[in-house]
Every structure is written in structure tokens, then in C-alpha cells.
């Protein structure tokens, strides 16, 4: 089959691979009608996180089972699915308590390698969300989308605590923060300001939810909120993005008694306890359990109550990943399909 | 009156200082029939936070009305009355949501001084809870244990989520740490892991309610933890000490998804935001909002169901009050109560 891999930074390709197999009673294998590109991905790409290459790339996948182990019993052949980035068991106590990204026994598919035609998913039973039935063409990116960005998104809104009656800010533009806008919508937020200088990505914010732009940023940014509130600042903050400038404006932009949720990969971030005390928030994050959401996101999706797909500003063949990955890289696209 | 200063690092007296009077129509002043020092005392008397002596000390109180201001209507003279180390209005939209320490007018006590025999109390309607009555003496140190640190260890305790089937660990065996352990315990927590290596520490430790003793700290701390939690973490971490060693043991003994109670006022903290992010707890603390839970508190004491006073374990005259400073600062006591 046809798979992406990077040899370095900056050096992506796609290759031939061998076909997946089962390997384990418990795997399942899957046909990829459609993959993509992470804002995470970038961070080896840019040379930030260090790989070892050549690696497969890609943690992202919607497709339809074509082989499944012997005891697999959730999901069977020509059923399509939605998982996680995370394989898990989902019957673990830390899965049961709806945390399946640090299941005993995840599995990143990061590790597998997604960005193909095809892909091993382990655990099936506990990682696979069967549709209810085989989806149109135009919801495939929505359902890949649940796999990380929307799910990531909603993990987002939902550990700043979005709901009624709440002001949410956002920080981050991306496909992640973008979709922690529609989270905050769905989940019943009252204001959503999005902090973006970005037209495009202003507009898909606007039509996710967001009741408010600010362009300021930083500091600038966080005066803007404070005056927004009444000095207090926002109730519930979303972080997507994962460097110490905006962990700050997270920290800074929230108001005492708040909640953050942040699922930016935090890369050179050191929070400074004394400001973090006095500043009284809540914070929660992490590599977000998408798969405690996905039967409520699927649905959302096939009811087409959401769009998440949106985010999919440019759709190229699998055989250019490359350009997919340069077009997320100088930001001229906010999230890329990949058709294998 | 007399009442207790600090001129600089170590140097603590007590000498005649004015009454207090009523500035604004919202004071109250009480008299102190005790008084005492808290470990926070020991950040400016050990030089690690900078004051410009000489300063009045003292943020705990609790005592009887003597003359109100004119808008005060909620206390009225000869009440026995307890307050937060934070004075509040406990009217604006952060006091409402229950963060009186961080209310947009708060008043830190110590910057009045409590260390005294008489004390201004601001905002007296927002501030002050009366007793049903007035106690009898051996009540009083229980109730002002309940102006910071059993307040404060209940927050921490609150902000961990400690509750019925959790395992609680404990970072910290000084007055807030133990009271932690006491706020646990009356919070319905299952298993009540308390960290300490002093004898006398770890006997009111299991007077409060802990069921286990761990005298290993930092990563030896934390693999005892996790062996005795199955591989996972508690699910609730009480962090009561503030240095980055104390931080990292919370860290790392909570279980993904678990909850983190800090009110250790954090020095020379840096969080390390990867490890923080792929910890996935959640993590809540600061200035405890001791207003909040003052009303329970009270009730608690006043029913003799909980016994925060017994943290005091050295009683001396106000006059004494350098010598309370240096038996804390040299552990050879827990807390110190002062009679002025």
C-alpha cells in the first residue's frame, strides 16, 4: 500500500508499505477512504519533537473494517468506524473514568501510522465506533475529523467548563481551537470570543459560534478579554496551542474561580507556580479521551447538526502529503485532507 | 495594645502599637483571645519573601465585637465572630462563585496585623461569621483554626475532588496538610494516604482520619503511591507545601484524570508543561476562599464533630511571640497559639 513517512524534518514521503495484518486477536483492519494532516504532526516536521526517521506518519483515520481479529466482537467487516489517536481498552479503571487517551494499555496510532491506504487498529473493541450505517461521501471528512480535531476541540470545551451562561475564550486558531469554538457553541456557551488575526479563519470561526474576535495578542490580548468582562475575565478558556506565550494568555485571560481546558502539546513550557497560585484557576488538559465523546460526536455528525469538516481547507491525493504538509507549515491551509 | 512586627528575616517583636479604630463605615474591630502564626509566616521570616520591615504579622482571627462601623449590619458588638485571611464583600460575581479570597475587593489581613490584641476587620458584613453563641474556651483555637488552616486544608481537600471511593494522598504533614487529612476524612474519602516522617505528625495524622502512613518523599513517595493504588495514582493529591519538589510528588501521584487540591503558596515553581500535559490531572489551588466554607466549618466545630485546634501544639503568651516564630521555623512545633 501507499503510506506517508518522514525521514526528517522537513522531509516527507510517500512510499510503498507492506500491507497491515493482524497481529494480535484483538486488532482490526482498516481501508481509509480519507486521512489527513495534524497540527501536531508539525512539531517533528519543524524539528521541535525529535524522530528517529523514517517513521509512518499520521494518528487520524475513519474508514471501513476489512479484517478483524478473533476476538474482536464490536465491529465486524464492512462496518464504518471512527477512532480515537489513541488506542485503548476502554475497560480499564482509567478508561471507565473516561480518560481512554491514558488507558494502562493505549496504543498511539501515531505509532502505526495512518496517513495510508490502510491501517492496523489495536484494541479494536475498545477504540472503534461503528456509524450507523455506511455514510455519504460529503460526511467522511466530518467523521475524520471527530477522530482528533473535533474530539480534541470538545475534550477542550468541555474541561474549561463551556456551558450556559459562560464567556469562553480561545485561544489558538487552528483546526483544534476552531473546533473548541463549535464545542462551546454546542455545549451551550453564551459568548465565545476567538482570538484570531486570520480573515479566513476569523469567518470559520463566526460560523462555528464565535460571538467575538480579538486580534490582540498576549498581553494585548488579555486586556482585551478583562475589558470584555467587566475586568474579571472569561469563565472558561480553551488553549490550543501549546507554546509559553499562549499558555500564559490562557492563565492570564481567565478569571479567578475559572476553568481551562488545554490540549495544545505543550512544547518549552514552564508555568510559573507563584502567578498560577494567585491566579486561582482551574486547569485541566492533556491528550484529550476522544473516544469518551465520539458516540455523541458521531451522532452529532450524522444528524449534520455539526460540520466539523469545515476545518478541511484543502484536499490533495495521498501522493502529494508532502505539499499538504508545507501548506499547514506556512499556514496557508488550516487543515489538509489526504485522498489515498 | 501590644501586638506582634517583624523587622526583618528572624527578627520578630512585640511592642505597643495604636488601636485599632473604624476607618470606613463597612470595619468592624474585634478583640483576640487568640492568636497564632501560620507556616506562611515562616516565607518572610526565613527571607525567602521580601518585606519591608517593620511590618505588623498575622493573618488568622477569630474573636469578640467591640465596635462596628455604620454600615455594619450583619455582626453587632459582643458576637464572637470568625473571618478569611482575606476580607471580602462577598457580594461581587467572583464572591458569589465561591472565590472570596480573590473578590475584586479583597483586603489581605495581613495587612492589618492579627498577631495582636485587637484587630480592624474590613468589609465586617462580608467578612465576619458569627457563632451561634459564645464558645467556651476550650473552642476558641478550633475556631481560629477555621480562619486559614483548617479552611485552607478544606479548599485543598474540596479543589481534589477527596469524596467516597477515592484515595486521597496527602503532600505536606504541617497544620494545612493535616487538616487536609481531617477535610478528607469528614468529605467521605475511602483510603487517606498521609506523607510524613515525624512521629508526632503521623500520630495526628490517624487521629484525623489517615488510613496509611508513607514516610518516603519525592519519586520514592510517588512509587509507593502508585504501588498501593494498583499502578494508577490516588485519584485526589492534597499538595500543602509549595516547593517544587512538593509540586512534582502531587504530579506525580495522581492518576490521569485526577484531581490535584494545591495550596502550598508556590516558590520558585516552574510547572513543566509537557509533563504536566501528558498527566492529564486536573489541577486547582491558590489563596484558599475560606469565606466559602466558613458557615460549615463553624457548625462542624460547634457540634464537636471535628477538632481542628488540636494542630496547636504550643501555647505561649503573645509576649513569647519570637520564640513561636523559631520553634515553627525549627519544626519543633506544628503551630503555635498566642494569648495576648
Same mark, same amino acid.
Given at each position: 500500500?501507499?503510506?506517508?513517512?518522514?525521514?526528517?524534518?522537513?522531509?516527507?514521503?510517500?512510499?510503498?508499505?507492506?500491507?497491515?495484518?493482524?497481529?494480535?486477536?484483538?486488532?482490526?483492519?482498516?481501508?481509509?477512504?480519507?486521512?489527513?494532516?495534524?497540527?501536531?504532526?508539525?512539531?517533528?516536521?519543524?524539528?521541535?519533537?525529535?524522530?528517529?526517521?523514517?517513521?509512518?506518519?499520521?494518528?487520524?483515520?475513519?474508514?471501513?473494517?476489512?479484517?478483524?481479529?478473533?476476538?474482536?466482537?464490536?465491529?465486524?467487516?464492512?462496518?464504518?468506524?471512527?477512532?480515537?489517536?489513541?488506542?485503548?481498552?476502554?475497560?480499564?479503571?482509567?478508561?471507565?473514568?473516561?480518560?481512554?487517551?491514558?488507558?494502562?494499555?493505549?496504543?498511539?496510532?501515531?505509532?502505526?501510522?495512518?496517513?495510508?491506504?490502510?491501517?492496523?487498529?489495536? +484494541?479494536?473493541?475498545?477504540?472503534?465506533?461503528?456509524?450507523?450505517?455506511?455514510?455519504?461521501?460529503?460526511?467522511?471528512?466530518?467523521?475524520?475529523?471527530?477522530?482528533?480535531?473535533?474530539?480534541?476541540? =470538545?475534550?477542550?470545551?468541555?474541561?474549561?467548563?463551556?456551558?450556559?451562561?459562560?464567556?469562553?475564550?480561545?485561544?489558538?486558531?487552528?483546526?483544534?481551537? @476552531? @473546533?473548541?469554538?463549535?464545542?462551546?457553541?454546542?455545549?451551550?456557551?453564551?459568548?465565545?470570543?476567538?482570538?484570531?488575526?486570520?480573515?479566513?479563519?476569523?469567518?470559520?470561526?463566526?460560523?462555528?459560534?464565535?460571538?467575538?474576535?480579538?486580534?490582540?495578542?498576549?498581553?494585548?490580548?488579555?486586556?482585551?478579554?478583562?475589558?470584555?468582562?467587566?475586568?474579571?475575565?472569561?469563565?472558561?478558556?480553551?488553549?490550543?496551542?501549546?507554546?509559553?506565550?499562549?499558555?500564559?494568555?490562557?492563565?492570564?485571560?481567565?478569571?479567578?474561580?475559572?476553568?481551562?481546558?488545554?490540549?495544545?502539546?505543550?512544547?518549552?513550557?514552564?508555568?510559573?507556580?507563584?502567578?498560577?497560585?494567585?491566579?486561582?484557576?482551574?486547569?485541566?488538559?492533556?491528550?484529550?479521551?476522544?473516544?469518551?465523546?465520539?458516540?455523541?460526536?458521531?451522532?452529532?455528525? =450524522?444528524?449534520?447538526?455539526?460540520?466539523?469538516?469545515?476545518?478541511?481547507?484543502?484536499? @490533495?491525493?495521498?501522493?502529494?502529503?508532502?505539499?499538504?504538509?508545507?501548506?499547514?507549515?506556512?499556514?496557508?491551509?488550516?487543515?489538509?485532507? +489526504?485522498?489515498?
Amino acid at each position: 500500500m501507499r503510506a506517508v513517512v518522514m525521514y526528517a524534518p522537513g522531509d516527507v514521503r510517500v512510499e510503498q508499505r507492506e500491507d497491515p495484518e493482524i497481529l494480535a486477536p484483538t486488532d482490526a483492519i482498516i481501508r481509509l477512504p480519507a486521512t489527513c494532516v495534524c497540527g501536531s504532526d508539525l512539531w517533528p516536521y519543524r524539528g521541535v519533537e525529535k524522530r528517529d526517521g523514517p517513521v509512518p506518519m499520521g494518528h487520524e483515520y475513519a474508514g471501513v473494517v476489512e479484517e478483524i481479529g478473533d476476538e474482536v466482537t464490536s465491529v465486524e467487516p464492512g462496518q464504518f468506524v471512527v477512532g480515537s489517536f489513541f488506542a485503548s481498552d476502554n475497560t480499564c479503571e482509567i478508561c471507565r473514568a473516561g480518560y481512554q487517551s491514558r488507558c494502562v494499555n493505549a496504543v498511539p496510532m501515531a505509532s502505526v501510522g495512518t496517513q495510508a491506504q490502510r491501517a492496523r487498529v489495536p +484494541l479494536a473493541d475498545g477504540t472503534l465506533v461503528a456509524t450507523p450505517g455506511m455514510p455519504r461521501a460529503d460526511l467522511i471528512p466530518d467523521l475524520l475529523a471527530a477522530s482528533d480535531v473535533l474530539g480534541t476541540g =470538545w475534550f477542550a470545551a468541555v474541561a474549561a467548563e463551556a456551558g450556559p451562561g459562560k464567556t469562553v475564550a480561545v485561544v489558538g486558531d487552528g483546526a483544534v481551537g @476552531l @473546533l473548541g469554538v463549535l464545542a462551546a457553541k454546542q455545549l451551550g456557551a453564551e459568548r465565545i470570543v476567538a482570538f484570531s488575526r486570520h480573515a479566513d479563519r476569523q469567518r470559520l470561526a463566526v460560523e462555528f459560534g464565535a460571538t467575538d474576535i480579538v486580534t490582540e495578542r498576549g498581553d494585548e490580548g488579555v486586556a482585551k478579554i478583562k475589558e470584555m468582562t467587566g475586568g474579571l475575565g472569561a469563565h472558561s478558556v480553551i488553549e490550543a496551542v501549546g507554546t509559553q506565550e499562549s499558555m500564559m494568555q490562557a492563565v492570564r485571560s481567565t478569571r479567578p474561580g475559572g476553568h481551562i481546558g488545554y490540549v495544545g502539546v505543550a512544547h518549552g513550557v514552564a508555568l510559573p507556580g507563584l502567578e498560577l497560585f494567585y491566579a486561582a484557576v482551574h486547569l485541566h488538559g492533556g491528550p484529550a479521551p476522544v473516544r469518551r465523546f465520539l458516540p455523541d460526536l458521531i451522532r452529532l455528525i =450524522w444528524d449534520r447538526t455539526i460540520r466539523p469538516g469545515r476545518v478541511f481547507d484543502l484536499e @490533495l491525493p495521498l501522493e502529494q502529503a508532502a505539499e499538504g504538509y508545507r501548506a499547514m507549515d506556512e499556514r496557508r491551509a488550516v487543515k489538509v485532507l +489526504l485522498r489515498p
